[in-house]
C-alpha cells in the first residue's frame, strides 16, 4: 500500500502517524491516499455507521470494501488538550450493483457486478465526547492515526462548522481541497450555525440564518449543476436563485495513466432566505385548511418559467430531432424496465407505459422537433420556496436544489433537456400533494392546480405545455417511473402514490 501524507495546511504542525495496524474486520479497503493504518482503522466503523445515514444512496446492498480517494487535516487533532480535530475525508463505498442497474454514478469505479460510489465525509475527532455530541458518535478507531480518538459527525460540533465557514471565507487551496469564493460577496464571521435536520439528499448548515451551506455527500467527477446554474443565472438577472456566495472543489490525484478526473464539486455556501416556506408545506396547508393552491401556482409557474428563460440566454442551448427524440424515448424505455426489474409491482404497466415513450418516437420519425436546455432537473414543490406573502399568490418564489434527481449519473444531468421535463416535475408533486394532504376530491384538486400552474408558465413564457400532451405524457412517465424507484429505496410507505399515478398514466394513453 503506497504511503501518503494526509493534506494538511501550511500553517499546521505535522501529526505523528503510529505504524500501520491489521485490518480489524474483513473489510477491503484500498488507500491510495492518507497516512498508513487511516483507513483500515475507520473502516469497520464506516462499515456499519455510513448505511444507517440518510444519504447513503446504496441502502439494500452490503458494503464489501472501502477505498480512500484523498484525507485533508482542516484542523489537527491532538492527544491532549480536548481541542477536536477536523479530517475531511473522499472514500468511496464498494458495493454489489443494484439489480437492473445499468448506468455507474460516483468515481466511475466498477469492478464486474460491484460499483462505487464516491462519499464526502467529515469527521470530528477528539479524546471523548460531551453529552451534547453523543448522538454523533462514530466510533473508536483502533490503530492507525486516530488511535485512542473518538471519531464523530463533524457537523454536530458548532466548533468544527464554524471553521468550514471560516474556511470559506478565506479562498485557497489546502492540499488537493480548493476553495473559492465570489468576490462581491460578503461573508461576516461568527456567524452561528446550525445543521438542518430536513430529509435530506445531502447534508446542510444554516449560518446565522445569512448563509447555508450545502455539503454533498455522494460526489462525482465534474461540476454539479446545483453550483453550475445558480452562478450562470447569478450572471444574469433572474433574482428567483440564491447566488453562490462560495464553494469549494477538490481536486483528487490521477489514476494510473488515465487523465487527472475533474474536480469535484463539495459545497456550496448560498444566502439563506430566512423565513421563507417550501411548497411542499404551503400546498399541505392549504389542502389542511379545505382551500386551493390555484394562485400560488400560477405564480410558481411565472417563476419557473422566468428562470427557465434565463437559463436559456445564459447556456447553450439544442434542438431535439429525429435522432435526439429516438433516444429520449429509448432512454425513458430503459429506464422503465430498469425500475420494473427492480420493482415488480410495475411489470403489469410496462406495456402501456413503453406506448407513451413510443408516441414521442413516433413523433420524431414524422420530423416534430423540440428545444432543449438546460433545466433544474429535479424540480417539485419541495425546491421551492415562498419568501414574504401567505402563500395565497402573494411573496416570491424561489428556487432551490439544481443538482438533479441524484441518482443520474452526472453528464446526463448536465445535458439540455426538453423544459417539459421541469414542468411535469412539478405536476407529479401536485399529485403528491393531492395523495398526501387527502382533499374531498384529490384529482380535482390536481388538476385545478395543475391548469392554474401550466397557465401561469404559459403567460409568462409564451408556450402553454399543454399543448405538446405526447412530450407531457412521456415525462410525466418518465418522472412517476423514477418516483416508484425512489419512493421503494428510501419511502416504502409512499410507493402507491407513484403507483396511483402509474395506474392512471397506463390507462389513458391519447
Ligand atoms: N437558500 C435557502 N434558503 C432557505 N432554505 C433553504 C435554502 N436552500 C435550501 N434550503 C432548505 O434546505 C432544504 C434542503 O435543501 P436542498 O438543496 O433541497 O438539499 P438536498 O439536495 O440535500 O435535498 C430545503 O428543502 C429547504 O428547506
Ligand atoms: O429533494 P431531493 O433532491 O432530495 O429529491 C428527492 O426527494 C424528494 C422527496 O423528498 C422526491 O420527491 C418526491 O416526493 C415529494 C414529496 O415529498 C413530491 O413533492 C415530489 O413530487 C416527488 O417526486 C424527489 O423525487 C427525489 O429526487
Known amino acids: 500500500?503506497?504511503?501518503?501524507?494526509?493534506?494538511?495546511?501550511?500553517?499546521?504542525?505535522?501529526?505523528?502517524?503510529?505504524?500501520?495496524?491489521?485490518?480489524?474486520?474483513?473489510?477491503?479497503?484500498?488507500?491510495?491516499?492518507?497516512?498508513?493504518?487511516?483507513?483500515?482503522?475507520?473502516?469497520?466503523?464506516?462499515?456499519?455507521?455510513?448505511?444507517?445515514?440518510?444519504?447513503?444512496?446504496?441502502?439494500?446492498?452490503?458494503?464489501?470494501?472501502?477505498?480512500?480517494?484523498?484525507?485533508?487535516?482542516?484542523?489537527?487533532?491532538?492527544?491532549?488538550?480536548?481541542?477536536?480535530?477536523?479530517?475531511?475525508?473522499?472514500?468511496?463505498?464498494?458495493?454489489?450493483?443494484?439489480?437492473g442497474h445499468r448506468h455507474g454514478f460516483g468515481c466511475g469505479h466498477r469492478r464486474g457486478a460491484a460499483a462505487s460510489d464516491c462519499y464526502q465525509l467529515l469527521l470530528g475527532a477528539r479524546p471523548a465526547l460531551p453529552p451534547p455530541l453523543a448522538p454523533a458518535l462514530i466510533g473508536r478507531p483502533s490503530g492507525g492515526p486516530l488511535d485512542g480518538q473518538t471519531v464523530y459527525e463533524a457537523l454536530a460540533d458548532p466548533r468544527l462548522t464554524t471553521l468550514l465557514l471560516e474556511r470559506l471565507r478565506t479562498p485557497g487551496r489546502l492540499g488537493p481541497l480548493r476553495f473559492v469564493r465570489e468576490p462581491s460577496s460578503a461573508i461576516p464571521s461568527a456567524l452561528a450555525p446550525r445543521v438542518m435536520t430536513a430529509e435530506q439528499s445531502n447534508s446542510s448548515v444554516v449560518y446565522g440564518d445569512t448563509f447555508i451551506l450545502k455539503l454533498f455527500r455522494r460526489v462525482s467527477p465534474g461540476t454539479n449543476p446545483d453550483l453550475e446554474l445558480p452562478l450562470a443565472l447569478a450572471r444574469t438577472s433572474c433574482a428567483r436563485v440564491p447566488a453562490p456566495a462560495a464553494w469549494f472543489e477538490a481536486e483528487p490525484p490521477a489514476e494510473g495513466a488515465g487523465p487527472r478526473p475533474e474536480p469535484f464539486t463539495l459545497g456550496l455556501l448560498q444566502p439563506f432566505l430566512a423565513g421563507s416556506r417550501d411548497g411542499w408545506q404551503l400546498a399541505l396547508d392549504a389542502l389542511a385548511a379545505g382551500g386551493g393552491f390555484t394562485d400560488a401556482a400560477r405564480a410558481l409557474g411565472h417563476a419557473t418559467a422566468e428562470v427557465h428563460l434565463a437559463m436559456a440566454r445564459a447556456l447553450p442551448i439544442s434542438v431535439l430531432r429525429r435522432p435526439q427524440i429516438e433516444h429520449l424515448a429509448a432512454a425513458m424505455s430503459e429506464r422503465l424496465d430498469s425500475a420494473a426489474a427492480a420493482v415488480p409491482a410495475l411489470q403489469p404497466y410496462r406495456t402501456a407505459l413503453h406506448g407513451a415513450y413510443e408516441d414521442l418516437a413516433a413523433l420524431g420519425r414524422a420530423g416534430r422537433t423540440w428545444a432543449a436546455q438546460r433545466i433544474h432537473g429535479d424540480l417539485h414543490l419541495g425546491q421551492a420556496l415562498l419568501t414574504g406573502g401567505g402563500g395565497g399568490g402573494g411573496g416570491q418564489w424561489s428556487l432551490i436544489d439544481f443538482e438533479g434527481e441524484p441518482s443520474r449519473p452526472l453528464a446526463e444531468r448536465r445535458r439540455p433537456q426538453p423544459p417539459v421535463r421541469d414542468i411535469a416535475g412539478m405536476l407529479r408533486s401536485f399529485d403528491y400533494a393531492a395523495a398526501v394532504g387527502r382533499p374531498a376530491h384529490p384529482q380535482e384538486w390536481a388538476d385545478r392546480t395543475r391548469a392554474a400552474y401550466c397557465a401561469g408558465y404559459a403567460e409568462a413564457s409564451g408556450t402553454d405545455p399543454r399543448d405538446e400532451p405526447e412530450l407531457l405524457r412521456a415525462h410525466e412517465t418518465d418522472k412517476a417511473v423514477y418516483e416508484v424507484l425512489y419512493e421503494a429505496r428510501h419511502r416504502p410507505d409512499w410507493l402507491s402514490v407513484p403507483m396511483t399515478a402509474i395506474h392512471r398514466l397506463a390507462a389513458t394513453r391519447g
Not at 82 to 96: D, E, I, M, S
Open 1 to 99: 500500500m503506497p504511503e501518503a501524507p494526509l493534506s494538511r495546511g501550511a500553517h499546521h504542525p505535522p501529526t505523528a502517524v503510529p505504524r500501520e495496524q491489521p485490518p480489524p474486520t474483513a473489510t477491503r479497503t484500498t488507500a491510495a491516499a492518507g497516512p498508513p493504518g487511516l483507513l483500515t482503522s475507520l473502516a469497520p466503523l464506516l462499515a456499519e455507521w455510513l448505511p444507517r445515514q440518510r444519504w447513503f444512496a446504496g441502502k439494500g446492498r452490503p458494503v464489501t470494501g472501502f477505498a480512500l480517494v484523498s484525507a485533508t487535516e482542516l484542523l489537527p487533532w491532538r492527544a491532549s488538550g480536548g481541542t477536536p480535530g477536523l479530517l475531511h475525508l473522499l472514500v468511496r463505498a464498494q458495493q454489489p450493483e443494484p439489480p
